[in-house]
């Protein structure tokens, strides 16, 4: 069964494309699609194998986390897990928080995909030079230090081990930060 | 007139009689016997509880029981433990103390499950309630240590403050000095859910020193191995103890520091905490291990076989936490050394990872229901499980009170034969009679829920997902199951029709929950209009769900009974019927 690229995260077609410069995801996007593992293949040796693997065929994930499955209390995962686990979502201007298990996404455009169904907004692209500019909303979170940064500064899984909570900042504000 | 005297008493006669009747449900039966007995009956009732915040409102409770001492009350809905229900749902604590602030003065007790809690209603409990002793907040969140603070000064006779498993804001560690010199009368104390800095451990040293009553103590992340010696030298009247992080650099003094504390506690029967364990601390423990009725080593990331050590020198142990590190060969020693356990909850290390790194199989399970008799609960998270092995355990153990089950992949089938788990969960049922609680997985169909309507008589609460194949499974459970309370179910194919034909059933239980099922908007109205004494609230976060078509199905239900109509406190994302019952809005 081949890959159907449609329902891949297509970096290209939203113009995605984040990880500090001269990491493999963009390059990946080029790679003849007959080389990629098929779908039934990865589900078979499962998601957690290497990293570079998954980035290598942009597929979706095997396994697709469901919400609140299987039935664990948020509180036992953070004590278990290193990595992942439930941060507050808030977006300015929205009455109301939402909490989110990042350990469920694979890679930021995973993310901000599920952040802009979340929320119905539009998030945008990122650059490492201007940020989130040109769209509504910036994705930022604070990290164990307490800092404010833009949510695809950092290396993945350096934003999921220190991310505390996510914040969707109105654009004009979140120009203000500092980019790597 | 001979008739009324022969069979009445002088009221002082009946309410000393009913003094000595403290269930709910007994007191209940009382109050309807006749008029003067519920009468007499809601003067001294002294404790209430509220299984449904939103079932009745807080007026109503003052009204019929205007000398209340202790109240329990609890908010949520069960899934909003796994993050089903959005923030901003409700289960707003604020307006039951503001009017018990007026109505109770002499108010001793609140205990909360599931609800929201502000610094502003903790402020409004310690300036209300001049005799206040207990505040036990489960599961709740909202508030920070600007709040505690606020209880530990201002409740001058606290003796218990229990915060497990609440998400606390940490604003300062330094709440727990806030507790004056003064306080002396505390009995328990269980700060698990702060984080990693948030207690002052000198403070707390102080104040376990000056409580010579304490005997429960669970400590926070915050505080490491290294400084519980000093605690338990002070507290060896403890009977309860929960440690932080039980590590430390390892060093011999402390090693050892630390078994000599352990073994002053002569009275201790409960341990739990164990976070980030280093193995070789474990051994302080074992002068307790004898004496231990109740473990919990649910965040103790060790391996065999220092778990195995652990629980075969803990012949009495009677409920057990644990994760499934124990895997089944510890689950084995479990069942040859424990013959009073009671009580048995297995957690999952790693519940994300697509294959199994440690082999606890249905095998584990098996061995504890064969090798302790007075197994009565269990929760068992499990990658297999064959219709065999449950209906081993059905036989092994027809004392269950609670079983739990949690196959990690949705419709897992029986592994052997690739069948459904109708058949076992089937003998569950049929060979526990007692069963009052049950959680289902794994791959079934309707067939599994003709058996729990058929034998699940005394079944309160149930809890469904990934479930049947149709309305049928819904229609058996809810015309079968006479003693339902609770239910629960998310991602079924049920529908409509079951639960238009027992609507009626929704007023003698507590709540339903129903989410990614197939019931339609139009039916939830239909059973709104119908059912004046049900509030029907739908939750639907992305769009309003009468922009649908009134045949689209809604993505959440919470259908619960209530006195007190629909409440005005809820966010834009749920709908319910308006006071007329005439639209929901």
Same mark, same amino acid.
């Given at each position: 069964?081949?890959?159907?690229? !449609?329902?891949? $995260?297509?970096?290209?077609?939203?113009?995605?494309?984040?990880?500090?410069?001269?990491?493999?995801?963009?390059?990946?996007?080029?790679?003849?699609?007959?080389?990629?593992?098929? +779908?039934?293949?990865?589900?078979?040796?499962?998601?957690?194998?290497?990293?570079? !693997?998954?980035?290598?065929?942009?597929?979706?994930?095997?396994?697709?986390?469901?919400?609140?499955?299987?039935?664990? &209390?948020?509180?036992?995962?953070?004590?278990?897990?290193?990595?992942?686990?439930?941060?507050?979502?808030?977006?300015?201007?929205?009455?109301?928080?939402?909490?989110?298990?990042?350990?469920?996404?694979?890679?930021?455009?995973?993310?901000?995909?599920?952040?802009?169904?979340?929320?119905?907004?539009?998030?945008? /692209?990122?650059?490492?030079?201007?940020?989130?500019?040109?769209?509504?909303?910036?994705?930022?979170?604070?990290? *164990?230090?307490?800092?404010?940064?833009?949510?695809? =500064?950092?290396?993945?899984?350096?934003?999921?081990?220190?991310?505390?909570?996510?914040?969707?900042?109105?654009?004009?504000?979140? @120009?203000?930060?500092?980019?790597? | 007139?001979?008739?009324?005297?022969?069979?009445?008493?002088?009221?002082?006669?009946?309410?000393?009689?009913?003094?000595?009747?403290?269930?709910?449900? !007994?007191?209940? /039966?009382?109050?309807?016997?006749?008029?003067?007995?519920?009468?007499?009956?809601?003067?001294?009732?002294? *404790?209430?509880?509220?299984?449904?915040?939103?079932?009745?409102?807080?007026?109503?409770?003052?009204?019929?029981? #205007?000398?209340?001492?202790?109240?329990?009350?609890?908010?949520?809905?069960?899934?909003?433990?796994?993050?089903?229900?959005?923030?901003?749902?409700?289960?707003?604590?604020? #307006?039951?103390?503001?009017?018990?602030?007026?109505?109770?003065?002499?108010?001793?007790?609140?205990?909360?499950?599931?609800?929201?809690?502000?610094?502003?209603?903790?402020?409004?409990?310690?300036?209300?309630?001049?005799?206040?002793?207990?505040?036990?907040?489960?599961?709740?969140?909202?508030?920070?240590? =600007?709040?505690?603070?606020?209880?530990?000064?201002?409740?001058?006779? $606290?003796?218990?403050?229990? +915060?497990?498993?609440?998400?606390?804001?940490?604003?300062?560690?330094?709440?727990?000095?806030?507790?004056?010199?003064?306080?002396?009368?505390?009995?328990?104390?269980?700060?698990?859910?702060?984080?990693? !800095?948030?207690?002052?451990?000198?403070?707390?040293?102080? %104040?376990?020193?000056?409580?010579?009553?304490?005997?429960?103590?669970?400590?926070?992340?915050?505080?490491?191995?290294?400084?519980?010696?000093?605690?338990?030298? &002070?507290?060896?009247?403890?009977?309860?103890?929960?440690?932080?992080?039980?590590?430390?650099?390892?060093?011999?003094?402390?090693?050892?520091?630390?078994?000599?504390?352990?073994?002053?506690? *002569?009275?201790?029967?409960?341990?739990?905490?164990?976070?980030?364990?280093?193995?070789?601390?474990?051994?302080?423990?074992?002068?307790?291990?004898?004496?231990?009725?109740?473990?919990?080593?649910?965040?103790?990331?060790?391996?065999?076989?220092?778990?195995?050590?652990?629980?075969?020198?803990?012949?009495?142990?009677?409920?057990?936490?644990?994760?499934?590190?124990?895997?089944?060969?510890?689950?084995?020693?479990?069942?040859?050394?424990?013959?009073?356990?009671?009580?048995?909850?297995?957690?999952?290390?790693?519940?994300?990872?697509?294959?199994?790194?440690?082999?606890?199989?249905?095998?584990?399970?098996?061995?504890?229901?064969?090798?302790? #008799?007075?197994?009565?609960?269990?929760?068992?998270?499990? &990658?297999?499980?064959?219709?065999?092995?449950?209906?081993?355990?059905?036989?092994?153990?027809?004392?269950?009170?609670?079983?739990?089950?949690?196959?990690?992949?949705?419709?897992?089938?029986?592994?052997?034969?690739?069948?459904? $788990?109708?058949?076992?969960?089937?003998?569950?049922?049929?060979?526990?009679?007692?069963?009052? @609680?049950?959680?289902?997985?794994?791959?079934?169909?309707?067939?599994?829920?003709?058996?729990?309507?058929?034998?699940?008589?005394?079944?309160?609460?149930?809890?469904?997902?990934?479930?049947?194949?149709?309305?049928?499974?819904?229609?058996?459970?809810?015309?079968?199951?006479?003693?339902?309370?609770?239910?629960?179910?998310?991602?079924?194919?049920?529908?409509?029709?079951?639960?238009?034909?027992?609507?009626?059933?929704?007023?003698?239980?507590?709540?339903?929950?129903?989410?990614?099922?197939?019931?339609?908007?139009?039916?939830?109205?239909?059973?709104?209009?119908?059912?004046?004494? %049900?509030?029907?609230?739908?939750?639907?976060?992305?769009?309003?769900?009468?922009?649908?078509?009134?045949?689209? #199905?809604?993505?959440?239900?919470?259908?619960?009974?209530?006195?007190?109509?629909?409440?005005?406190?809820?966010?834009?994302?749920?709908?319910?019927?308006?006071?007329?019952?005439?639209?929901?809005?």
């Amino acid at each position: 069964m081949e890959v159907n690229y !449609d329902n891949g $995260l297509n970096l290209k077609a939203t113009e995605l494309r984040l990880g500090l410069p001269g990491s493999d995801e963009p390059e990946r996007q080029t790679t003849p699609r007959s080389n990629k593992r098929t +779908l039934s293949e990865i589900s078979s040796s499962g998601v957690t194998d290497d990293g570079n !693997d998954y980035q290598q065929d942009s597929a979706p994930p095997a396994k697709e986390q469901v919400v609140g499955w299987p039935p664990i &209390r948020s509180y036992r995962k953070n004590c278990i897990h290193a990595t992942g686990r439930y941060v507050k979502v808030s977006v300015d201007g929205a009455a109301y928080l939402r909490k989110i298990d990042l350990k469920v996404y694979r890679s930021y455009p995973d993310l901000l995909k599920a952040l802009e169904n979340m929320f119905k907004l539009t998030i945008g /692209a990122y650059s490492e030079r201007e940020g989130y500019n040109g769209s509504g909303y910036a994705p930022t979170y604070e990290d *164990k230090d307490g800092d404010w940064m833009l949510v695809g =500064d950092v290396p993945w899984e350096m934003f999921i081990s220190s991310c505390k909570r996510l914040r969707i900042m109105k654009g004009s504000e979140a @120009r203000g930060l500092g980019c790597v | 007139m001979r008739k009324k005297i022969m069979y009445s008493f002088p009221d002082e006669v009946l309410e000393h009689v009913f003094s000595f009747i403290q269930s709910d449900k !007994d007191r209940n /039966a009382v109050s309807v016997v006749c008029k003067s007995w519920c009468e007499i009956e809601r003067w001294c009732r002294r *404790k209430v509880f509220i299984g449904n915040c939103y079932a009745v409102s807080p007026r109503m409770v003052i009204k019929r029981f #205007p000398e209340v001492r202790s109240i329990e009350l609890k908010g949520k809905p069960h899934f909003a433990d796994f993050n089903l229900v959005p923030d901003g749902w409700g289960g707003y604590v604020l #307006p039951w103390i503001v009017e018990m602030a007026g109505a109770y003065p002499w108010l001793e007790e609140i205990r909360l499950k599931r609800m929201v809690v502000t610094d502003e209603s903790l402020e409004l409990i310690a300036k209300s309630f001049k005799n206040f002793k207990v505040l036990v907040l489960f599961s709740c969140e909202g508030f920070s240590t =600007d709040g505690l603070a606020a209880i530990a000064a201002g409740c001058k006779n $606290l003796r218990e403050l229990d +915060l497990r498993e609440s998400e606390v804001d940490d604003l300062s560690g330094h709440w727990l000095r806030h507790f004056p010199e003064t306080c002396t009368s505390l009995l328990s104390l269980n700060i698990s859910c702060l984080g990693s !800095d948030e207690v002052s451990v000198s403070a707390l040293e102080r %104040l376990v020193g000056r409580c010579p009553n304490l005997k429960s103590l669970r400590l926070n992340r915050g505080v490491t191995v290294d400084k519980i010696a000093n605690i338990l030298h &002070r507290a060896p009247q403890l009977v309860d103890f929960g440690t932080g992080s039980y590590s430390a650099e390892l060093r011999p003094d402390v090693l050892l520091n630390l078994a000599g504390a352990f073994s002053c506690c *002569k009275e201790l029967k409960s341990l739990s905490g164990f976070w980030d364990v280093v193995p070789a601390y474990l051994p302080a423990l074992y002068s307790v291990c004898s004496r231990l009725t109740s473990l919990n080593l649910s965040y103790a990331t060790i391996q065999n076989p220092e778990i195995i050590k652990l629980v075969s020198n803990c012949p009495n142990l009677q409920r057990l936490l644990v994760l499934d590190y124990i895997e089944d060969s510890g689950l084995e020693a479990l069942a040859s050394s424990c013959k009073d356990l009671q009580e048995l909850r297995v957690f999952p290390s790693d519940p994300f990872g697509a294959e199994p790194h440690v082999s606890l199989t249905e095998q584990g399970l098996v061995a504890v229901s064969l090798g302790c #008799p007075k197994l009565q609960s269990v929760l068992y998270f499990c &990658r297999r499980m064959t219709n065999a092995a449950l209906v081993t355990i059905a036989q092994n153990s027809p004392n269950f009170t609670r079983f739990r089950l949690c196959i990690i992949e949705p419709k897992t089938a029986d592994y052997l034969t690739l069948e459904p $788990l109708d058949v076992g969960f089937g003998a569950i049922v049929e060979h526990c009679k007692d069963l009052r @609680r049950l959680s289902l997985s794994g791959l079934l169909t309707d067939r599994v829920f003709e058996y729990i309507g058929t034998y699940a008589k005394k079944l309160e609460m149930l809890s469904v997902a990934f479930a049947g194949d149709s309305d049928l499974g819904l229609h058996h459970v809810l015309s079968g199951c006479e003693s339902l309370r609770k239910l629960e179910i998310r991602d079924c194919p049920f529908g409509d029709k079951a639960l238009l034909a027992n609507a009626a059933k929704l007023e003698t239980m507590r709540s339903l929950w129903m989410s990614s099922c197939t019931v339609s908007f139009g039916a939830c109205k239909l059973i709104g209009l119908k059912m004046p004494r %049900l509030n029907v609230e739908v939750i639907d976060e992305t769009e309003p769900p009468d922009s649908r078509p009134e045949s689209c #199905p809604v993505e959440k239900l919470y259908i619960y009974r209530s006195v007190s109509g629909p409440r005005f406190d809820m966010p834009p994302f749920v709908w319910t019927m308006d006071e007329e019952r005439k639209v929901m809005h």
